[in-house]
């Protein structure tokens, strides 16, 4: 298996610009997590999915930030408009069954995104 | 608000020297895992600890999760540079009648040879 992919690695744009981070989960894993990652913050849990349903979207910083998990092998994180304090490394995740104790958490490589 | 307060936030050893960082809350945790970061990459787990006083090895990596279910600990021996890295702690908790995962800063820890 591939692991978690995410596109693209890199992106730098300006500020007041549409950005989407896309996703793609491991195979046969029923849950999928978008994490922020700064160093003042730490990494932070924005949402996740179980089934294609969020679950919880509690850390969502606020209205400017949406996430679609439209089928079970693709998820979208889209930033409307776009500000400095949005850059950051953001991670998507994938396990087998949400936050179960037994579960485990595969970390895709990460999108790292800076805001001018 | 649910906060794991990791120390030290910096660690550089010398290689073979032992270390222990600390994964510390006022909160109890229905479980508790372990991730070592490397530049570049995502988070992998290395341990999940569930029952109170839990102690796991991973070769060199000893891990323990104290009796309340509030903190934890990792213990590297005979530490080598390629356990240089982001050493991050998450726990899982209850509130509201769903789970709720949270991380620690982490520990970025240099192993020099």
């Known amino acids: 298996d591939a692991g978690v992919i995410q596109s693209p690695r890199h992106e730098v744009t300006e500020m007041g610009q549409e950005v989407t981070l896309r996703c793609k989960p491991i195979?046969?894993?029923?849950?999928l997590f978008w994490y922020r990652q700064t160093m003042m913050r730490g990494l932070e849990l924005l949402i996740y999915?179980?089934?294609?349903?969020?679950?919880?979207d509690s850390g969502m910083p606020e209205d400017r930030f949406s996430a679609k998990m439209p089928n079970a092998s693709f998820s979208t994180l889209k930033i409307q408009p776009s500000e400095p304090r949005d850059s950051a490394v953001y991670f998507c995740?994938?396990?087998?069954?949400?936050?179960?104790?037994?579960?485990?958490?595969?970390f895709g490589p990460g999108t790292r995104l800076t805001v001018t | 608000t649910q906060l794991l307060e990791q120390s030290p936030q910096f660690l550089s050893i010398q290689e073979g020297e032992n270390l222990t960082v600390y994964c510390n809350s006022s909160?109890?945790?229905?479980?508790l895992q372990w991730y070592r970061q490397e530049p570049g990459e995502g988070p992998v787990l290395l341990v999940t600890?569930?029952?109170?006083?839990e102690v796991k090895k991973l070769k060199r990596l000893t891990f323990q999760f104290g009796d309340a279910r509030k903190d934890s600990s990792l213990h590297i021996t005979a530490a080598q540079p390629g356990d240089t890295g982001l050493y991050l702690c998450?726990?899982?908790?209850?509130?509201?009648?769903?789970?709720?995962?949270?991380f620690g800063k982490g520990t970025k820890l240099t192993v020099n040879p």
């Open positions: 999915f179980n089934n294609n349903v969020p679950i919880d």
């Open positions: 998450a726990g899982i908790f209850s509130q509201g009648g769903s789970e709720k995962l949270v």
């Open positions: 995740a994938s396990s087998l069954d949400g936050l179960a104790d037994s579960y485990e958490q595969y």
């Open positions: 195979s046969g894993h029923n849950s």
């Open positions: 909160s109890v945790f229905s479980s």
């Open positions: 600890v569930v029952t109170g006083g």
